[in-house]
């Protein structure tokens, strides 16, 4: 497995922080009985399967680009419950499915897809009569945790090489932006934003927690371009700027977090 490849073991270690935000979602969808519920970006499959046990009479299909993540996420569904697909969300059609989706959730997935924007009214129309599409995306890009890493990058050697896997800022919008656009096709829409102030646990001498936090997400492409001498190099100048910026205290280190939501439901 390369360093850019998603990894489901290093995801999961903060697996209850990343599912609160899926919950908080899923508590605004008012789905009671849906036929077709689909999963954008279904990761290692903990929380599709929580689908599943919500709408235990629905057709739950689960999708990712990672074969990693799906490959674990089969492991876990033991008796079958999900139909997983691997696609990249661009590159997914609604019709594959044979049906018009009931629910369609995509979490914590479109700051990796730059046109999301565009792909949003498409996903609407994929909807059945009274369907919900329910989105949520990190919107914490300017936080220490993701501005420092840019700024490290740019001291690098290869700081030209590094940039293009770092450029996930851009794609992600304000919250009126997906408000409006929603707006344009239904007047069910509730937008919103969270800041989550997430309590990590740091064990003296250990690795800095945000420094593990990110490393099962937004810091894979930049160690996928290096190698292991230029990774050992960045993750210390990352490390050292982390421990200034996210201190360890008795209770462990202070991690805040800021999320966007957007849920849109269709008329019947």
Do not use: K
Not at 221 to 231: I, K, S, T, Y
């Amino acid at each position: 497995m390369t360093d850019s490849a998603w990894d489901p073991r290093q995801y999961a270690v903060f697996a209850g922080h990343r599912g609160r935000p899926f919950a908080d979602l899923l508590a605004r969808v008012d789905a009671p009985a849906p036929r077709l519920v689909v999963d954008l970006g279904c990761g290692p499959g903990e929380l599709t399967l929580g689908l599943a046990r919500r709408w235990p009479d629905a057709r739950i299909v689960g999708v990712d680009s990672s074969p990693q993540m799906l490959e674990r996420a089969r492991e876990l569904d033991a008796g079958g419950r999900v139909e997983w697909v691997q696609a990249r969300a661009e590159e997914w059609d609604p019709s594959g499915a044979g049906a018009r989706v009931d629910v369609l959730v995509t979490n914590a997935t479109l700051q990796w897809v730059p046109t999301h924007l565009r792909l949003i009214p498409s996903w609407l129309a994929s909807l059945a009569p009274g369907g919900t599409f329910a989105m949520q995306v990190p919107s914490n890009f300017d936080a220490p945790s993701h501005r420092l890493m840019r700024e490290v990058a740019a001291r690098q050697p290869r700081a030209d090489d590094l940039r293009p896997g770092l450029d996930r800022a851009r794609a992600v919008a304000q919250p009126e932006t997906y408000a409006a656009l929603l707006l344009e096709h239904t007047a069910g829409v509730d937008v919103w934003q969270t800041t989550y102030q997430h309590v990590l646990s740091a064990t003296a001498g250990g690795p800095h927690p945000v420094l593990e936090w990110v490393r099962g997400t937004g810091l894979r492409p930049v160690l996928g371009v290096l190698d292991a001498g230029e990774q050992e190099a960045f993750v210390a100048d990352y490390e050292r700027e982390l421990e200034a910026a996210y201190p360890r205290r008795p209770f462990g280190v202070l991690f805040p977090f800021t999320r966007t939501f957007a849920v849109a439901r269709l008329p019947r």
